[in-house]
């Protein structure tokens, strides 16, 4: 699933953001391609281009509900003069056995149905009288109640030009057209497209599963009561729930307590059902930092350069960043810090590239734009440092959203995108263009 990949040496190496996310995206492989059923593939990204085995749609058929004519016979209809054509059967949509259509004559049709021999136009039933002697009618009555309307006589009150309400066969596609291209990812549309085209699997690479675990003994879970120095736990869920956005098939387990020993054995256990595992908290300097006492010295016996390493990246929120494989089959591990912001900014950086690159996608980044600053002050970068701050977008316009403490998780509820101020920007002054993440 990974393979390792020359890292800079030295404990003291000052990771870029952009070291950083290479040496994630060098390491990390797309999946394996497998055979799924249709529905098993949504969300997949497709292997190899579709070709068209068969025109869609395979035979000329009609648009509307109404009547199957010769053009010759309703030239020149009117409410006034009608056309009278005698009715000598219905055409429904999957019949196979089709009568002909003669002059004078007229089949009523429904939509869908192929259009018969002989037939060269269709006239909507809302422009005829219905068959039954009247004036225009708005729909047909139901066979099963008046089976009288497939025969008999009708009246067309509007001429219809011809191959009107036709659908041409191989209108929509033609055999032999490409259908889909390699890299695509399957929706709702590609997925009724393959369908429709007589596709009942499709090569695909799977969805990654992605492990979520958040680190503390301070964190509770929702609906739970609060003790005194505890925090409800949102890095697991917003992470989770984040990765279900990238298109991965992600897995939430309940934040581990501040133990090096049970943390092991909870990603080992997890390791089962994990292309990439993500872990949250204990990344950083503190005696507790329990992420980090755990994995410093867990490597992969067969893979020289594998094992998570822990750095240090130029960059603000999320200084403290971990990376490397994990278990017998290499696993991608991401150890993000634990404040919201941090880990979610993390996320985003490069949890998210990582995931789509599993995914066998060219593009994994999220899309960027240039905007201008609207702010009441300067933004001002760290000393070296490249920083993202919360922002809404619009209209070209961006505006730092959010503040400290108890407002972080707050602010990226109500944050679309991220400002980015580079490393040496110093400071960047209201209504100067700046770089834009886009989230939304």
């Given at each position: 699933m990974?393979?390792?990949?020359?890292?800079?040496?030295?404990?003291?190496?000052l990771?870029?953001?952009d070291?950083?996310?290479?040496?994630?995206?060098?390491?990390?492989?797309?999946?394996?391609?497998i055979?799924?059923?249709l529905?098993?593939?949504?969300?997949?990204?497709?292997?190899?281009?579709i070709?068209?085995?068969?025109?869609?749609?395979?035979?000329?058929?009609?648009s509307?509900?109404?009547y199957?004519v010769?053009v010759?016979?309703?030239?020149?209809?009117?409410e006034e003069?009608?056309?009278?054509?005698?009715v000598?059967g219905?055409?429904?949509?999957g019949?196979?056995?089709?009568l002909?259509?003669?002059?004078?004559?007229?089949?009523?049709?429904?939509?869908?149905a192929?259009?018969?021999?002989?037939?060269?136009?269709?006239?909507?039933?809302?422009?005829t009288?219905?068959?039954l002697?009247e004036?225009?009618?708005?729909?047909?009555?139901?066979?099963?109640l008046?089976p009288?309307?497939?025969t008999?006589?009708?009246?067309?009150?509007?001429?219809?030009?011809?191959?009107?309400?036709?659908?041409a066969k191989?209108s929509d596609?033609?055999?032999?057209?490409?259908?889909?291209?390699?890299?695509?990812?399957?929706?709702p549309?590609?997925?009724?497209?393959?369908?429709a085209?007589?596709?009942?699997?499709?090569r695909?690479?799977?969805r990654?599963?992605?492990?979520?675990?958040?680190?503390?003994s301070?964190?509770v879970?929702p609906?739970e009561?609060?003790g005194?120095?505890?925090?409800?736990?949102?890095?697991?869920?917003a992470?989770?729930?984040?990765?279900?956005d990238?298109?991965?098939?992600?897995?939430?387990v309940?934040?581990?307590?501040?133990d090096?020993?049970i943390?092991?054995?909870t990603?080992?256990?997890?390791?089962?059902?994990?292309?990439?595992?993500v872990?949250?908290?204990?990344?950083?300097v503190?005696?507790?930092?329990?992420?980090?006492?755990?994995?410093?010295?867990?490597?992969?016996e067969?893979e020289?350069?594998?094992?998570?390493?822990?750095?240090?990246?130029?960059?603000q929120?999320?200084?403290?960043?971990?990376?490397?494989?994990?278990?017998?089959?290499?696993?991608?591990l991401?150890?993000?810090?634990?404040?919201?912001?941090?880990?979610?900014?993390?996320f985003e950086?490069f949890?998210?590239?990582?995931i789509?690159?599993?995914m066998g996608?060219?593009?994994?980044?999220r899309?960027?734009?240039?905007?201008?600053?609207?702010?009441?002050?300067?933004l001002?970068?760290?000393k070296g440092r490249?920083?993202?701050?919360?922002?809404?977008?619009?209209d070209?316009?961006?505006?730092?959203?959010?503040?400290a403490?108890?407002?972080?998780?707050?602010?990226?509820?109500?944050?679309?995108?991220?400002?980015?101020v580079?490393?040496?920007?110093?400071?960047?002054?209201p209504?100067?263009?700046?770089?834009?993440?886009?989230?939304?």
């Amino acid at each position: 699933m990974s393979t390792a990949a020359p890292r800079p040496t030295g404990p003291d190496h000052l990771w870029s953001v952009d070291e950083h996310l290479e040496d994630i995206l060098a390491t990390v492989r797309p999946l394996e391609p497998i055979e799924l059923q249709l529905l098993d593939a949504q969300g997949c990204v497709l292997v190899d281009d579709i070709t068209v085995p068969l025109s869609l749609p395979p035979f000329d058929n009609s648009s509307m509900d109404g009547y199957a004519v010769r053009v010759a016979d309703v030239a020149g209809a009117s409410e006034e003069y009608p056309a009278v054509l005698e009715v000598v059967g219905d055409v429904a949509a999957g019949q196979a056995d089709l009568l002909r259509v003669g002059p004078g004559q007229a089949a009523r049709i429904m939509t869908g149905a192929p259009l018969p021999p002989g037939a060269e136009t269709v006239v909507p039933v809302e422009w005829t009288d219905g068959g039954l002697g009247e004036g225009p009618v708005a729909s047909m009555r139901a066979r099963s109640l008046a089976p009288e309307g497939a025969t008999g006589q009708v009246h067309v009150h509007r001429p219809a030009p011809e191959r009107a309400h036709v659908r041409a066969k191989g209108s929509d596609v033609r055999a032999g057209d490409r259908a889909l291209e390699a890299g695509t990812v399957l929706g709702p549309p590609q997925i009724a497209l393959l369908a429709a085209i007589g596709r009942g699997t499709v090569r695909v690479r799977p969805r990654p599963r992605v492990v979520v675990m958040s680190t503390g003994s301070e964190l509770v879970q929702p609906d739970e009561e609060l003790g005194s120095g505890q925090i409800y736990d949102s890095n697991s869920f917003a992470l989770t729930a984040a990765a279900r956005d990238a298109g991965a098939i992600a897995y939430r387990v309940g934040a581990v307590a501040d133990d090096a020993e049970i943390l092991r054995t909870t990603i080992e256990d997890q390791l089962v059902r994990a292309d990439l595992m993500v872990t949250t908290g204990g990344v950083s300097v503190g005696a507790y930092d329990v992420v980090k006492e755990a994995l410093s010295h867990v490597g992969d016996e067969d893979e020289a350069g594998s094992g998570i390493d822990f750095r240090t990246l130029a960059m603000q929120p999320g200084k403290p960043q971990g990376f490397g494989s994990i278990g017998p089959d290499h696993t991608p591990l991401l150890a993000l810090p634990g404040n919201p912001v941090s880990s979610y900014v993390s996320f985003e950086l490069f949890v998210r590239p990582a995931i789509r690159a599993l995914m066998g996608l060219e593009d994994v980044h999220r899309p960027r734009t240039r905007a201008t600053l609207s702010a009441r002050k300067a933004l001002t970068s760290p000393k070296g440092r490249r920083q993202f701050l919360r922002a809404n977008y619009a209209d070209g316009t961006v505006t730092p959203v959010g503040g400290a403490g108890s407002h972080l998780v707050a602010a990226l509820a109500h944050a679309d995108a991220l400002i980015v101020v580079p490393e040496d920007a110093g400071s960047v002054e209201p209504g100067a263009e700046v770089e834009v993440v886009l989230l939304g």
